[in-house]
């Protein structure tokens, strides 16, 4: 999966004499694909296309997987809810009566408490509110949950249960306003169904040993039915006819040690009256297992044939097996169903594939994966697992080789949180990873350091690696397990069991034997040679190294001493780093030499040849002194010169590789930054000289290995890594873009063609595209622009949409670095006027402070001449004086009022924009107060005779506040626009500030912008600081503002501010309903990003004269506590609910014909609030109070 364009000239890149680089970070995995310890899992269709998606409840988090086809194909992962403890048992409905279906779901409290939780569907898209608690049980053990309509009121309820109580929650209004309600005390099980006919729900329940049931009553007390057993060891309870007879019965699990049943309970009589138990199926004992393992029944007719069939699954079997009812309650003998799921944690039954029969939903709560059977035939014949999950749970290790013997390489890994090896099939040689990860063995525990290579010596690539058997013998184990050619690995060889601690392991031909050797790193400075015999059998260990107390950090192979055999390097913690010579070739690797005698955590090292001399020569990361650097081997023989550093930037770096980043013919050095967890490059001038660190990715996780290779066959070196938090990325290498492609953009003003005394012309969008990337930036304030390109065809445009009284000479330039480097290639434009047009443009935009009672408060006027030749005249600012005093302005006042300020402007030629800024006081309370509003408008003249009158003139609404955000985004135009104004420009403003605790060197804004716009239309209002923008690929925008010195908030709070202005057109082809979203990632320096809010616009239908009269609404009362009311004249269709900053919060689908609706707001805090009202004839929107 491609995930983010590395873009050209932002920070991702590095720009020198000589060349700059850039890469495509892609996931092969991540926490998208999978989640860790799934303990539940419900199959509904979350986003009302008619396929049934599936939620996982899992540690921490609401999973969504949307069904793309209704084939039991889904997208990647989506986290509905995240951000708490361990998550259980979710289950759906719809409990507002909206249309949608919510969710609710267990979540560990504090100490041994468990909550019952809610989330509304808010948009029946499964854009979902934060999850709320209902009620709170006081034990997490024997967690049980339904939903179903308690009292026969039309709407749904939940009934809860754990070891301490069971009680239910009454949905009291249909609207989601819930009262909890205790039914009983102690509680190992129960199941809720109407055995006695009457439309209420009953209860059966399991304490202690009995079995009992419980009638419920209209007025929601319970009344005693019976004791149906007194020996009730039961793991599981179902209600079904399973005799079809027209009342519900009771089946349930029974386990008694070794003894297994599933017992039926016959209401006999419709009335809740039990004949005694009797066992329909007798289930195969087990000799082991746990006791508190996952196990349960499930009642389905798998055949069609009208008679319910019994699933049982139990962990201490491994899985899930099916006994079919034939009729009159007679079943078959076992049918397994799957035998390879050995930490099962819930079944669930549901017909996934719409083909009219019911499927298996599986999870697998250690391994951490989820997947479905399919019922192939509708006769309950199931078919293999279909994974839908895959994880790569704290990879620690990846490596490359052709797997699948098809000519192209593949990726395999280990990742111990799952204990996993698997590989991932390259499936087309472009890097393309789209297929499910094969699983190579998820039975050997913590498996560490995977390699790809031939162990046996048929020509085929084996895996590698050792596992630390932590659960049962505390022992390590040394590992290959045999690839038949084609990815099918078949059989495991364990070639060495210890008690000592292994921490790394190396492979390489050390004695010149034609096969690969195992080399060990472990406990107590101990190094191990494994001589392979050639057919993956190995002789007895031979220990190498001297005894010692330190603990191994890494282990490489290489020749050191240049006498072309393979000699092994390690470092240790808190000492030395060594050499063992490789004496005979043949494997005698006693003779130790030491590089350094002491460096305190040398967490990595390296060998490479950097300074050019043919030797080797080594790296290292010196991770908690903060320092990367290199040993040079000074003779060729393995004799290293004092320690070089070569920068003290990187955080804790725990990795260090070298090859030729920028292909300039020398060694780069690239290791990680734990701070913000970058990914950084030091480039070399040939001679061990290393260039300040360049970043080569954004923020992607702790490092746990890195390699290269060529993964999509272009001829150049990708970059391969692991990432602790659960990813496999690849970044394709986009070569070196060591050419150039600049120019120079006037306008003719006297059409005579372009010459150097023509006017420049700033702020216009230059594109370049190979065919397969897109690069774009600005013109300068001299009209200049360059663009790195490598050894590919280019074609450069003007892509700023220029109106049509302009056009461009020439149209493009065809730019061919074909083989090329260092090379400059000219693209200057002419632009030509092709009449007289006047068209000028205002806007004004907000300070980067929000307006606050007491405080001064901004404004910047943006004006523009769009037109042709160049105009004069003045400007008109009006506002609220009132409740604001004016204090200040940049440029000189031409004339005041109590209201209003006049500037005069001369001269403005085309394309020239120009700012002045504002500055005004708000007045403090009573004058002004939160909430009030604050108008302000701007009007530029001459408009008689303007191409564009209506962007003469512009308006900005603002609201009072309390407090604000200082990173968000905005869109001056609100909410909505009409249609009739999809044609114009939607104006955005993005605000950051320094909250750190130092000046920010360098800042950068990443914006993608929504699909819906026209991304040839985007144009710069205004930058607070100087800067570049780079857009790749037409939708990823970077502001980039290198050596912006941003001071931090505690030091210089008004110089921490800064802000981008933007405006941009939607495409020709939106509609009434489209939504436009802008979300920005604001990174300063080495850090994580801070992601603002989302700035929304949707486009409505404006309302004509008669509609308006037509469609009068009344909201009340206003302000309200809890309740508001919609009286409306023309049917209402749908209510949705923003707080002030545009946030989603609830959507209210109204019944068909409804005129009023009201409007539930307890759950809201005290606030304003918009209510967005869509009737038949339109929407309006209108504000409110919660008090």
């Not at 020398?666 to 913000?676: C, H, K, P, Q, V």
Request: charged letters at 20%; a negative charge; one cysteine or more.
């Amino acid at each position: 999966m491609k995930k983010i364009l590395l873009a050209l000239i932002s920070c991702f890149c590095y720009l020198s004499a000589n060349a700059q680089v850039a890469y495509e970070q892609n996931v092969v995995i991540d926490d998208s694909y999978g989640t860790s310890n799934p303990q539940s899992i419900h199959a509904a269709d979350i986003d009302n296309d008619g396929f049934k998606d599936i939620l996982v409840a899992s540690y921490g988090e609401i999973i969504w997987r949307r069904s793309t086809d209704g084939q039991g194909n889904f997208e990647t992962e989506r986290r509905l809810i995240d951000d708490f403890v361990d998550a259980y048992t979710v289950r759906t409905g719809d409990f507002d009566n909206d249309g949608d279906l919510d969710v609710v779901f267990f979540m560990r409290g504090n100490g041994s408490t468990a909550n019952v939780m809610y989330s509304e569907n808010l948009d029946g898209a499964g854009n979902f509110a934060e999850a709320v608690a209902l009620a709170t049980t006081n034990s997490f053990f024997g967690l049980r949950l339904q939903v179903i309509d308690m009292n026969n009121d039309g709407d749904l309820d939940i009934i809860y249960g754990s070891t301490q109580n069971i009680s239910w929650i009454d949905n009291t209004d249909g609207q989601a306003n819930f009262t909890d309600n205790y039914l009983l005390a102690n509680n190992d099980g129960f199941i809720a169904v109407d055995v006695d006919g009457d439309n209420l729900v009953d209860i059966i329940r399991d304490n202690g040993y009995d079995l009992n049931a419980y009638k419920f009553n209209a007025d929601g007390t319970l009344g005693f039915f019976e004791t149906m057993n007194t020996f009730a060891l039961y793991q599981d309870y179902q209600a079904a006819d399973i005799d079809n007879d027209g009342d519900n019965d009771i089946l349930t699990l029974y386990i008694n040690g070794s003894s297994k049943r599933v017992h039926w309970f016959e209401n006999t009589d419709g009335m809740g009256t039990f004949a005694n138990r009797q066992t329909l199926i007798t289930l195969p004992t087990s000799s082991s297992g746990s006791a508190n393992s996952t196990k349960g029944i499930r009642l389905v007719d798998v055949d069609n044939n009208g008679h319910l069939d019994v699933i049982v699954y139990d962990a201490n079997q491994d899985g899930t097996t099916l006994y079919k009812n034939s009729g009159s309650l007679s079943f078959s003998n076992e049918i397994v169903i799957n035998t390879d799921v050995p930490s099962i944690s819930d079944v669930f039954v549901t017909d996934l594939n719409n083909d009219n029969t019911p499927d298996l939903l599986v999870t697998d709560f250690n391994f951490s994966e989820y997947f479905w059977y399919s019922n192939t035939d509708g006769l309950g014949n199931y078919s293999t697992r279909n994974p839908i999950s895959s994880t790569a749970l704290s990879a620690n290790h990846v490596d490359y080789a052709d797997i699948d013997g098809d000519g192209d390489l593949d990726l395999v890994s280990s990742s111990h949180g799952d204990n996993k090896v698997a590989w991932y099939e390259n499936t087309d040689g472009q890097g393309n990873f789209s297929n499910l990860q094969n699983i190579i063995s998820n039975t050997n525990e913590k498996p560490r350091n995977v390699f790809a290579v031939d162990m046996d010596g048929d020509t085929d690539n084996d895996v590698l690696f050792y596992s630390y058997l932590d659960s049962t013998t505390d022992e390590y184990q040394l590992i290959w397990i045999e690839n038949d050619g084609s990815g099918n690995f078949t059989q495991q060889h364990i070639f060495e069991t210890t008690m000592d601690d292994i921490i790394k392991i190396a492979y390489a031909d050390v004695d010149d034997d034609g096969d690969m050797d195992v080399i060990s790193g472990e406990e107590n400075s101990t190094l191990v040679l494994y001589k392979n015999n050639g057919d993956g059998t190995f002789a007895p260990r031979i220990v190498f190294s001297q005894p010692g107390t330190s603990y191994i950090l890494s282990l490489q192979v290489a020749d050191v001493d240049g006498d072309d055999d393979i000699d092994i390097l390690a470092s240790y913690n808190n000492n030395e780093i060594i050499w063992h010579e490789n004496t005979d070739g043949l494997g005698d690797l006693t003779t130790k030499h030491v590089i350094v005698e002491s460096m305190h955590y040398p967490a990595a090292i390296f060998a490479a040849d950097i300074d050019g001399d043919t030797d080797v020569d080594v790296l290292y990361a010196n991770r908690f002194y903060d320092e990367v650097g290199y040993f040079i081997n000074t003779d060729g023989q393995g004799t290293f010169d004092a320690p070089v550093i070569t920068s003290e930037i990187p955080q804790n770096p725990s990795i260090i590789y070298s090859l030729d980043v920028d292909e300039d013919g020398d060694m780069d050095m690239i290791t990680n930054s734990e701070e913000g967890q970058k990914f950084v490059w030091f480039p070399n001038d040939g001679n061990a000289n290393f260039g300040d660190p360049v970043e080569i990715t954004s923020f992607i996780g702790n490092i746990s290995r890195i390699t290269v290779a060529d993964l999509d066959e272009d001829g150049k070196v990708d970059l391969i890594t692991s990432i602790f938090t659960n990813e496999i990325l690849w970044f394709k290498n986009l070569g070196a873009f060591t050419n150039t492609i600049s120019g120079i953009v006037r306008l003719d003003a006297n059409a005579d063609g372009c010459d150097n005394t023509d006017a420049p012309i700033p702020s216009l969008l230059i594109t370049t595209d190979n065919g397969e990337n897109s690069f774009s930036t600005f013109t300068k304030a001299d009209g200049t622009f360059m663009l790195q390109a490598n050894k590919e065809i280019y074609t450069t445009q003007i892509t700023s949409s220029l109106p049509n009284y302009y056009t461009s000479s020439p149209l493009s330039y065809t730019n061919d670095f074909t083989g090329l480097s260092n090379t400059n290639q000219v693209a200057d434009f002419c632009i030509e006027a092709n009449q007289t047009i006047n068209d000028l443009s205002i806007v004004v935009y907000p300070s980067i402070d929000d307006p606050r009672p007491g405080f001064d408060t901004d404004y910047q006027i943006v004006y523009k001449n769009e037109g042709t030749v160049p105009l004069s005249g003045n400007i008109s600012f009006t506002f609220d004086d009132s409740k604001v005093q004016f204090l200040s302005a940049s440029e000189t006042v031409a004339t005041q009022t109590s209201n209003s300020l006049t500037f005069n402007y001369s001269g403005l030629n085309p394309f020239e924009t120009r700012t002045i800024n504002l500055e005004f006081n708000v007045f403090a309370p009573p004058t002004t107060n939160i909430d009030d509003i604050l108008l302000t408008s701007a009007t530029i003249n001459p408009v008689a005779g303007d191409e564009t009158e209506e962007n003469n003139s512009f308006q900005l609404e603002q609201t009072v506040i309390g407090s604000y955000d200082p990173n968000d985004i905005r869109v001056l135009e609100g909410e909505e626009i009409f249609i009739e104004d999809a044609d114009k420009y939607l104006h955005y403003i993005i605000r950051f500030q320094n909250t750190g605790t130092a000046s920010a060197i360098n800042v950068n804004v990443e914006n993608m912008l929504d699909d819906k716009f026209d991304w040839s239309t985007i144009q710069i209002e205004s930058l607070s600081h100087d800067g570049r923008v780079e857009i790749t690929n037409g939708n990823q925008v970077n502001f980039i503002f290198d050596n912006i010195n941003l001071p931090d908030s505690t030091s210089d709070e008004p110089n921490s501010h800064g802000y981008i202005a933007y405006r941009i057109k939607p495409k020709s082809n939106v509609v009434i309903g489209d939504i436009f979203l802008s979300t920005a990632d604001i990174f300063f320096d080495f850090n994580p990003p801070i992601t603002t809010n989302t700035a929304s616009t949707e486009i409505v239908a404006p309302l004509s004269v008669e509609e308006f009269n037509n469609n009068q609404l009344t909201v009340y009362p206003n302000p309200t506590k809890n309740i508001v009311t919609i009286n409306a004249t023309q049917q209402l269709e749908r209510v949705t609910i923003f707080d002030i900053n545009g946030k989603l919060l609830k959507t209210v689908v109204a019944k068909n014909g409804q005129l009023q609706m009201e409007i539930p707001l307890k759950q809201f805090s005290k606030g304003i609030y918009f209510l967005k009202i869509q009737t038949n004839l339109g929407t309006q929107t209108q504000k409110i109070i919660k008090q």
